[in-house]
């Protein structure tokens, strides 16, 4: 079944980078994306890729795609302690009509001053 | 634009109770979802609406019931409150998604803290 994997916690330094880290399973979903979610507040959306990409740049943030070993990651670069929060990989998977998304468990991310 | 809303905030329930959580959208959304959030589970979905009328199971919908009676609301109804349902609830909206496009940016509300004691 779809299923979306990734670590429940990271910690890091102010100014260093963060690598968030997600696997999934269903290699029809042709959008993959990173939610944050603040304390206490709903998820937004923080950014996406097309199936058909390598990687995205946006800012401070860089999306690695890697389809053959369905694997995704976010790079934050110069993280700052307003990156604190958690940070959820989701896919569309055409298989469940590609409508509900799958997301994962979440990745607590401390920032360290 | 208000975006998403939900009504209450929060809310503690005695076991056997009943309620009705409120989720509003003012963006024209078709898609409206529900979803709980529970510490080391993650986001899962309950039920969810492609349109006005319609309903459909999500992974956990045991013990819940959902009505899209107008475009802009989905109403989530606990008939008989237990304790495992104590969790943070979160609405959400997407846009119509064709199946070229396959774009589903879903659009959240706040969350309401459902404590059931």
């Known amino acids: 079944g779809e299923d979306v994997e990734q670590s429940l916690f990271l910690s890091v330094r102010e100014g260093d980078s963060s690598v968030i880290n997600c696997t999934y399973t269903?290699?029809?979903?042709?959008?993959l994306y990173w939610y944050k979610q603040e304390p206490g507040a709903g998820l937004q959306l923080l950014t996406y890729?097309?199936?058909?990409?390598d990687m995205k740049q946006d800012q401070r943030l860089t999306v690695l795609l890697n389809k053959k070993d369905k694997h995704l990651s976010l790079r934050i670069a110069d993280t700052q302690t307003g990156d604190s929060a958690i940070y959820f990989c989701?896919?569309?998977?055409?298989?469940?009509?590609?409508?509900?998304?799958?997301f994962g468990k979440g990745t607590r991310l401390s920032v360290i001053a | 634009n208000a975006g998403v809303t939900q009504t209450p905030k929060f809310r503690v329930l005695k076991t056997g109770q009943s309620m009705t959580l409120l989720c509003a959208q003012d963006?024209?959304?078709?898609?409206m979802y529900w979803y709980r959030q529970d510490p080391g589970m993650g986001l899962r979905l309950i039920h969810y609406?492609?349109?006005?009328?319609?309903?459909a199971k999500g992974e956990v919908p045991d013990g819940y019931n959902v009505s899209r009676l107008k475009k802009q609301n989905f109403l989530l109804g606990l008939e008989s409150a237990a304790p495992s349902q104590t969790s943070v609830y979160f609405c959400?909206?997407?846009?119509?998604?064709?199946?070229?496009?396959?774009?589903?940016?879903?659009?959240f509300g706040p969350g309401t803290r459902l404590t059931v004691l």
């Open positions: 269903d290699s029809s979903s042709t959008y």
């Open positions: 609406s492609v349109g006005e009328g319609t309903t």
């Open positions: 890729i097309f199936s058909n990409m």
């Open positions: 959400a909206s997407s846009w119509f998604i064709n199946s070229e496009s396959s774009y589903n940016e879903q659009f």
């Open positions: 963006m024209n959304h078709e898609y």
């Open positions: 989701a896919e569309s998977p055409l298989t469940l009509g590609n409508t509900p998304l799958v």
